[in-house]
């Protein structure tokens, strides 16, 4: 079977072959070095546990790479309105080599994505925050819940709204599912950008009805 894997994924680069997904150009670790270092120049990798950043949350830490500004964010905005899903690659090839965050990431049991709704999906094509979870949890040997956390109901987008709508507009729209497989994990939730807040928030949230050990969530940039 992982034979018949290697093969597909070497036709696959023979057709799109892998890239830089900061310059464009073609690089097999989707990372070329220059745009490395220009990324380790940008980054923080940032772990927080305690303090205002969290207080009164239902998640225990928060991990972030960047902030959400100049080229990150636009690279993310392209990552996730502009079609452009092969730069996730790029990014989680950069946040594992970060001897801190992966280390960190190797504490979890499983790993869970923010979903998106049904909607949202079939305009989009791919939910951003699967194919990133997927990755570590690939890149990782952690277990991918893709099963669990449901979001039933499609809103107005978060990033058009001040924080206190946000809280309004996100609650009650998610739903937990087989929660007997994430009881007492380590969970870590996978989103790309932290705002506010409110959604990795209001996701954890409803995670706590599995009686997680712990709930830890992981962006690529927080704003």
């Known amino acids: 079977m992982n034979k018949i894997l290697k093969i597909q994924e070497k036709i696959l680069n023979l057709i799109y072959p892998p890239m830089c997904g900061m310059c464009g150009k073609i690089?097999?670790?989707?990372?070329?070095?220059?745009?490395?270092?220009?990324?380790?120049?940008?980054?923080?990798?940032?772990?927080?546990?305690?303090?205002?950043?969290?207080?009164?949350?239902?998640?225990?830490?928060?991990?972030?790479?960047?902030?959400?500004?100049?080229?990150?964010?636009?690279?993310?905005?392209?990552?996730k309105f502009k079609e452009k899903s092969y730069?996730?690659?790029?990014?989680?090839?950069?946040?594992?080599?970060?001897?801190?965050?992966?280390?960190?990431?190797?504490?979890?049991?499983?790993?869970?994505?923010?979903?998106?709704?049904?909607?949202?999906?079939?305009?989009?094509?791919?939910?951003?925050?699967?194919?990133?979870?997927r990755e570590i949890a690939h890149k990782t040997n952690l277990e991918l819940m893709n099963n669990c956390l449901i979001k039933t109901k499609n809103i107005i987008e978060q990033s058009k709204l001040n924080k206190e709508e946000r809280v309004q507009n996100i609650y009650g729209v998610y739903e937990l599912k087989n929660k007997q497989l994430i009881e007492n994990k380590k969970i870590l939730l996978i989103d790309d950008i932290y705002t506010t807040g409110s959604t990795v928030n209001e996701c954890s949230r409803i995670l706590r009805k599995a009686n997680p050990a712990k709930i830890g969530v992981l962006v690529l940039a927080k704003d």
């Not at 380790?40 to 225990?60: A, L, M, R, V």
């Not at 730069?87 to 080599?97: D, H």
């Not at 869970?112 to 999906?121: A, G, L, M, N, Y």
């Open 27 to 79: 690089n097999q670790k989707s990372l070329c070095k220059k745009c490395e270092i220009n990324l380790n120049k940008q980054s923080e990798n940032q772990i927080i546990k305690e303090g205002t950043e969290i207080e009164d949350k239902y998640f225990n830490e928060l991990m972030y790479i960047f902030r959400y500004e100049g080229k990150i964010r636009k690279k993310i905005i392209d990552y």
């Open 87 to 133: 730069i996730y690659i790029t990014f989680v090839n950069f946040l594992l080599k970060n001897k801190k965050i992966f280390e960190n990431i190797k504490k979890y049991d499983t790993i869970v994505p923010v979903p998106i709704s049904p909607k949202r999906q079939k305009e989009r094509g791919y939910n951003q925050s699967l194919l990133i979870a």
